[in-house]
């Protein structure tokens, strides 16, 4: 063979393997790649660290509970449902790399998470960008799913959950005392409360933000007492609001107490300060609904505890995103074409429901009222 000849072969071949990469890259770059080989992964963006890790706990469990059943029941397609997780600690400054990290992952078909709103907003132009889902399933606030068309929630939003706390808070007080986090979504929370209750005729007598790492609130607390309210409203979290709680008994208040979270861990720190405390929430385990019964002697039997608003989030969230992967296909533009085009999603929390389109949220659903008694939050039947 000729030197010439066998340039012109090497060239050829050159040619022909440089045409293969190209359509190949092509190919992954248009965001609907297949989960390879026998498994379909989400990835989930979440706090397992840091202040926030009780919630990934939660989590963990709901998403553990769920698998086990997705899977047995033949997965998608017979493809076994499968997670890749990444401890955000729910901070903006770990969710932006994760994001890219999981938009690079082509064999993640969609993403859940972040836990604080903050965090997965922070996240959301990159996900759009990369025409992966970014189904934030905890985040209530507003401006999330404004993020792009691939921000998704069935997040009952802050808005209409502090609606209904002015209309429960009514029920029992038209003069109250607020404490808030001093966080984004806390000042968010008290501006739409502070707007409801004006509406419906509440006076909030004092008002005052609290950090969220504080460990002694009681000079907030003897204000607010002092300033002789019917009852004490906290919009936080389960930590801080076990806090309030507590200290709000120790400084003598006795009224009804509005605050605190659905969750283990604010059962367990408030203890019996609590007794009584009202929430809103998607879940209780002592609702008769036999379907929510059969989820709840199903989670016992796993986890040897009662599952809380948390563990129903995530075990509710990887059902709905997975059924829209069978509706629309196990790809990322699969799981958007699913969740756009079902129009019968069914979750413990929020029963049977369709998005609305424009703002890729649940339609119609609202809070339900809880109060707790001997340990366990328990339905009062308003929503």
């Known amino acids: 063979m000729s030197k010439s000849t066998s340039r012109r072969r090497l060239l050829a071949g050159v040619i022909v393997l440089s045409a293969t990469i190209g359509l190949a890259t092509a190919c992954s770059d248009r965001g609907g790649s297949e989960s390879s080989g026998d498994t379909v992964y989400f990835g989930v963006s979440g706090p397992r660290t840091g202040t926030s890790a009780e919630y990934g706990r939660l989590w963990q469990q709901g998403f553990d509970l769920a698998l086990d059943q997705i899977n047995a029941a033949g997965g998608i397609n017979g493809k076994k449902v499968a997670l890749k997780w990444e401890d955000s600690q729910s901070d903006p400054k770990q969710t932006v790399p994760i994001a890219t990290k999981f938009v690079d992952d082509k064999s993640i078909i969609a993403e859940l998470g972040d836990f604080s709103s903050p965090a997965s907003i922070a996240a959301s132009p990159i996900y759009n960008r990369g025409k992966l889902v970014q189904y934030g399933f905890t985040n209530s606030a507003v401006e999330f799913t404004k993020g ?69 609130v009681k000079p907030i607390l003897i204000k607010a007492r002092e300033a002789n309210p019917e009852a004490v409203v906290h919009l936080g979290y389960g930590p801080d609001g076990a806090l309030v709680a507590k200290q709000l008994r120790d400084v003598g208040f006795t009224g009804p107490y509005f605050g605190g979270q659905n969750t283990p861990q604010f059962i367990a720190l408030a203890g019996a300060a609590a007794d009584g405390d009202i929430v809103n929430g998607i879940f209780s385990p002592a609702d008769p609904d036999p379907k929510i019964q059969d989820f709840v002697a199903k989670f016992r039997a796993k986890f040897n505890t009662d599952p809380g608003d948390f563990n129903v989030y995530a075990y509710d969230a990887l059902n709905v995103v997975v059924q829209a992967a069978k509706k629309g296909g196990a790809t990322r533009a699969g799981v958007l074409e699913g969740l756009k085009k079902e129009t019968q999603f069914y979750g413990i929390g929020l029963g049977t429901f369709a998005f609305d389109q424009q703002t890729r949220r649940p339609q119609g659903v609202t809070p339900r009222e809880l109060v707790l008694k001997n340990g366990q939050f328990v339905p009062t039947g308003n929503r």
Request: charged share 30%; glycine share 4%.
């Open 148 to 216: 792009g068309d691939y921000s998704w929630s069935p997040s009952i939003t802050l808005d209409v959950f502090q609606e209904r706390n002015t209309e429960w808070v009514l029920k029992k007080a038209k003069k109250v005392s607020v404490v808030y986090l001093e966080t984004d979504w806390g000042k968010q929370a008290f501006q739409y409360f502070d707007k409801f209750a004006k509406q419906k005729g509440i006076e909030i007598a004092y008002s005052s933000a609290i950090l969220p790492d504080s460990t002694d």
